[in-house]
């Protein structure tokens, strides 16, 4: 297997239209991408470096873990034992509640010195730039992915939604595309 390293990956979101100064919600899957030289240090590195110091790096980091047992309806929690579920689950604290689902990539992001996060407790982003503290400023708790979340910051900021190793082949979302999901087929870039 053929290794990836940083410089290629920021040549390959050079070819996929990730420009300088952008505003990127980035979704990554880090074992799609082939063998990575440093894994999920080196892909946010190359995200970041593609970016620039202009850029807002942003990624969901959500903690499944923590929702309600009657809204999962995992079949391995019995109805019997939401009670006692209910009654130990922790508070969500944004700087130190691990993400679940959502890779390795997502889980070293939201550790990165001056990044950020939202505050809704099962749906939260991450972000990382000049415009961090704006996109999680607002997340409410009714609204994890609509007018108030940060997804309207970013749709607000022209922002792009990259799939890296999410979903086939790399590809990315024009600005506000995933947002008003439109029901015209994002682009392929690359």
């Not at 407790?121 to 609509?146: K, M, Q, T, W, Y």
């Not at 790399?170 to 595309?177: A, F, I, K, T």
Request: a negative charge.
């Amino acid at each position: 297997m053929a290794l990836v390293t940083v410089e290629q990956l920021v040549g390959d979101l050079g070819a996929l239209g990730i420009a300088r100064s952008s505003v990127v919600l980035a979704h990554t899957s880090l074992s799609r991408l082939g063998r990575v030289v440093g894994g999920e240090q080196a892909v946010i590195a190359a995200l970041l470096q593609a970016i620039g110091p202009a850029g807002t790096l942003v990624m969901p980091s959500q903690s499944w873990q923590l929702c309600d047992p009657g809204y999962l309806d995992d079949p391995d929690v019995p109805p019997e034992v939401w009670p006692l579920v209910r009654d130990h689950l922790p508070a969500y604290d944004p700087a130190g509640t691990p993400t679940r689902t959502m890779g390795a990539v997502a889980e070293l992001f939201r550790t990165l010195p001056g990044a950020v996060r939202s505050h809704h407790p099962h749906r939260s982003f991450a972000a990382l730039g000049p415009h961090a503290a704006e996109i999680v400023a607002v997340h409410d708790l009714d609204c994890p992915n609509g007018e108030r979340s940060p997804l309207k910051t970013m749709y607000d900021l022209d922002s792009w939604t990259l799939l890296l190793g999410v979903g086939g082949r790399p590809e990315v979302l024009r600005p506000g595309r995933a947002a008003r999901r439109s029901r015209s087929p994002a682009p392929h870039l690359g």
